[in-house]
């Protein structure tokens, strides 16, 4: 079965044509990275795969069913993390947990947070209000949440992007051990191209709205006669 299947999708905002013929294809178990410079185009196409916005044109499948006609059973089998989406401020994280759990309809909601709160180091965390959190603390929290109904395909947009180093390598392992062990695939943008290089199996590169480039970090470095990850990424930004 294919995780994902989106064919030649484009979108336009007024004059800006964000995204343009852009398609994806991601298998179970697989970690794919979307990279480009600001303004690619890379939360647009990823707002469109989660049915926040429209596409003007082209298709998206998931588990081989269509999210237009089949938007319910699709989105309840996936999720989703991003910094700059709110969570309920006034409320405990542990509260913040149970939720979502109950709005995913999780069986035992109460031992999925316990789960989730000890998976993401969220312990001590666990009775303070989510307003109260520093940045880095709120993206585990968004990380947890994105975890509660044991997605089939986990979208990350920049997931450690306010995250020490060592908070960032402790989530980066868990995202890889999570897909290796469970076979959850997932989709992620990064600026982080030593994360990109380590987590991700393929790679695609967009560029003002269109993938310009694919493969495994080390095809893309063969291809642009790179060193690194890093390096074509400068030399397809500025191409
Ligand atoms: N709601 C919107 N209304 C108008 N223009 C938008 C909207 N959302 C995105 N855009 C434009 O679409 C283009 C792609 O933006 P997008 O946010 O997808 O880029 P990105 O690759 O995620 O960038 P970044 O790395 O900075 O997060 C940009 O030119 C942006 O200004």
Redesign the pocket.
């Known amino acids: 079965m294919t995780i994902l299947e989106a064919r030649a999708l484009a979108k336009s905002?007024?004059p800006?044509t964000?995204?343009h013929e852009v398609g994806l294809e991601i298998g179970p178990g697989e970690i794919v990275g979307l990279l480009?410079?600001?303004?690619?185009?890379?939360?647009?196409?990823?707002?469109m795969l989660l049915g926040l916005?429209t596409p003007d044109s082209g298709s998206i499948r998931m588990f081989d069913l269509e999210l237009d006609r089949h938007r319910t059973e699709v989105l309840s089998r996936i999720n989703f993390a991003a910094s700059y989406v709110d969570l309920p401020g006034v409320l405990q994280v542990r509260e913040v947990l149970d939720v979502f759990a109950r709005l995913y309809g999780v069986r035992d909601p109460r031992s999925r947070v316990g789960e989730l709160i000890e998976l993401l180091d969220l312990g001590p965390l666990r009775r303070r209000r989510v307003m109260e959190l520093s940045s880095g603390q709120r993206t585990r929290v968004q990380l947890a949440k994105a975890l509660v109904n044991e997605p089939s395909l986990l979208i990350l947009?920049?997931p450690t992007a306010n995250l020490d180093p060592d908070a960032g390598d402790r989530i980066r392992n868990l995202l890889v051990r999570l897909s290796e062990e469970s076979g959850r695939a997932m989709l992620i943008?990064s600026?982080n191209m030593q994360e990109v290089e380590r987590m991700c199996d393929r790679i695609h590169f967009?560029s003002a709205?269109r993938i310009v480039a694919s493969g495994s970090a080390a095809e893309l470095a063969d291809v642009y006669g790179a060193e690194s990850l890093e390096e074509v990424f400068l030399k397809v930004a500025r191409s």
């Open positions: 905002f007024g800006v964000a995204v480009g410079p600001n303004g690619a185009g890379k939360s647009t196409t990823l707002h916005i947009d920049e943008t600026h967009m709205g």
